[in-house]
């Protein structure tokens, strides 16, 4: 059965992707956001951002005349479900912002109605849809769902339909309800409690996380035997299933990770120090290649070159990219940076000039055309994560 669904923060990089695969499934999309500034851009047909297969899905929803862009908290009462998929960021002390969360929640709720179906979908604190219902129910509104999103991003609309859905809700009839909405585009869904819900979306980005933390540990002790990790960690797994998934060692950045585990630091008080202690490798890493500079270059201030700005490999999203930090830190010790990234307008420094004019190249993104590029062996290459043949087998000269 084909519905009308308001997304809230559907601009985004999450409620955009979303809204666009429950279009292409025919059903009357909404995609509600109080930031209106790629408006005209996306309804021209042109996504703001990377997202693989976006450009056909937005095109087609076009076409169809399946969405909507709207902002007047008046359209909200129209629509029989409500995806609330808003930023959830942490602030300046890693401490979630749930304030502003409910502060927006509080702000929908003069426009729900009591027969919406009302869904979270952004990565919350623990305790947060507990006191969305406690509102809501003061409204005698009782549908609500909470169904973590688990996609990783730039590939939403490749794994949605792919990936088991975690439901859980106050009620079987909104849980029954939405579940109806989200096998209209994905095969399987697995009911939890909300509490369950809330601690799967957290655990699995923690665990990514610390999952990369122990990597940028591993690489540090092999590299300081003068063994490189991504040699030695393609050993380690070939033919031997059980280290399949030990992870390159790189930038852990981005949005979500780190925030997803602070989150869970904060919620569990954690005393073992085993979440802050991944964060102190995973953001610490800038230091390491900063020493590394120092100790080839000492205090001849050389000109280093960053290849990649974004988050992340193949994306465009510069949100928490550690690449700024270390471009800083790089800086404030004297050297000249050059920064190039040919997803992002803003860095489209030419790769061939930044390799012929820097003495060193840092490789802090893996995009896949960095698979190709030429570095002289006369150059400082740091490739941490082994894209190229010359870092595979070496990090050095
Ligand atoms: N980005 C990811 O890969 C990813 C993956 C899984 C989960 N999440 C979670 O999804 C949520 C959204 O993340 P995102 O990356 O899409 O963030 P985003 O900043 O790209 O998108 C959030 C959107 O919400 C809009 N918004 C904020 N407040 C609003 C309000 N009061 N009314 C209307 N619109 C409002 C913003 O303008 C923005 O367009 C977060 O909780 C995040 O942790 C993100």
């Not at 061939?352 to 006369?378: F, G």
Request: glycine share 6%; charged share 25%.
């Amino acid at each position: 059965m084909k519905d009308n669904i308001l997304i809230i923060g559907g601009l985004g990089h999450i409620g955009l992707p979303l809204g666009l695969i429950f279009a292409n499934k025919g059903h009357d999309v909404c995609l509600f956001d109080n930031n209106q500034n790629n408006k005209e851009m996306i309804l021209n047909g042109h996504l703001p951002f990377i997202e693989e297969k976006g450009d056909v899905y937005l095109n087609k929803a076009i076409r169809n005349k399946k969405i909507v862009i709207n902002n007047e908290n008046m359209i909200i009462k129209k629509y029989k479900h409500v995806i609330i998929c808003i930023g959830t960021p942490l602030d300046e002390y890693l401490n979630p912002k749930t304030d502003d969360f409910l502060r927006a929640i509080d702000s929908f709720i003069p426009f729900f109605k009591k027969s919406q179906n009302i869904i979270i979908r952004s990565s919350i604190f623990p305790g947060v849809c507990d006191l969305v219902y406690s509102k809501l129910k003061k409204k005698k509104i009782t549908n609500l769902t909470y169904c973590p999103e688990r996609i990783v991003q730039g590939k939403s609309i490749v794994e949605i339909p792919y990936l088991p859905q975690i439901i859980s809700g106050y009620d079987n009839n909104s849980i029954r309800k939405t579940s109806n909405l989200f096998l209209s585009i994905t095969k399987k869904i697995i009911i939890s409690s909300v509490r369950e819900a809330e601690l799967i979306k957290l655990f699995s980005n923690a665990w990514r996380y610390l999952g990369f933390s122990i990597a940028n540990q591993f690489m540090q002790i092999s590299e300081n035997e003068g063994i490189n990790y991504e040699g030695l960690r393609l050993k380690m797994v070939e033919g031997y299933e059980r280290n399949k998934n030990i992870p390159k060692a790189g930038f852990a950045a981005g949005p979500c990770l780190l925030k997803d585990t602070m989150q869970l630091s904060s919620f569990s008080k954690d005393k073992s120090g085993i979440f802050s202690m991944a964060m102190l490798i995973n953001e610490g890493f800038t230091d390491y290649y900063l020493e590394k500079i120092k100790s080839e270059f000492g205090k001849k201030k050389i000109k280093v070159g960053i290849l990649g700005m974004a988050f992340k490999q193949d994306i465009d999203d510069i949100r928490d990219s550690l690449s700024f930090k270390l471009k800083k830190q790089l800086e404030l010790n004297g050297y000249t940076v050059v920064c190039s990234d040919y997803n992002i307008d803003k860095y489209t420094y030419k790769e061939q000039t930044l390799i012929n004019e820097c003495q060193s190249i840092i490789i802090a993104v893996p995009h896949k055309s960095y698979k190709k590029i030429k570095i002289p062996k006369s150059k400082f290459l740091i490739d941490t994560w082994g894209i190229t043949k010359h870092g595979k087998r070496q990090n050095q000269r």
